[in-house]
């Protein structure tokens, strides 16, 4: 980069997942792309004090992290909501979307985002998501929903993302909070997905959600308890959740409680220290 005036900078071009050996070990480690997984490379090449800053995508959600070493693992220091395009190359893992309703996988009315091998009944929702809706009312303000996303995405033993079209939305199908993305609590063929409504007289919504399938009673009432138990014991706590990595070769009795997010490289877990009986792995 001496051409354009920068004495101390040098560029190195090659695939990310391998990191850059060439004058490790780094005291930072900064990843300007969406990561699903955190490759042996970064790690190994990191500096004792070092930090390692990455766009982590952990069941569907992407966070900025700060990450640090903290033994033979990873803790996190803080994290923030981001948009990051995909990694490329030997790193990169595609979005799996399961259509529910429309004409094919390519562009579906319907889809529901998911990450990492979960049990579905994709038939089961297909069928029921035309069927009867129950509501759920939380008496949960609707604001800060970062934060609610990962603790909705990281308590459900199964969680996707619903995702639809415009048509789907202006025919009553879904609601409109399914526009940008909606996350979902998932039972066999039964489903919760969260929404709001105005509250008359003010300029504040509710949350609340609309749960489908045999089960839908369970799984909305399921869902409000985590909308209440995060309004009770984590609004306005920062950071709420604490985000470890570990190698993948990692003994589950080694872990710590937490919910576990498989990857190839890493296992991750996702613990939120300030909540009263926390969720089951």
Known sequence: MKSAGYERVTVAQGDAEYGHADGAPWDRVIVTAGAWDIPPSWTGQLAPEGRIVVPLRMRGLTRSVVLEAAGDHLVSRDYHLCAFVPMQGAGARDRHLV???GSGPEEPEVGLRVEEEQPL???GMREVLRGRAVRRWSGVDFDQVDELDLWIGTSASVFGV???GAQAIDSGLVARSTARGAPTLIRGASFAYRTARPVEGTERYETGVIAHG???ETVADEYVELLRRWNRDLRDTRPGARIEVFPA?????ELPEGRIVEKSHTRIVVSWPGAQNPAPR
């Open 99 to 101: 259509p529910l309703a």
């Open 121 to 123: 009944d994709v038939a």
């Open 162 to 164: 619903l995702i639809a």
């Open 214 to 216: 045999p089960e839908a």
């Open 249 to 253: 070769t990692t003994p589950t009795s």
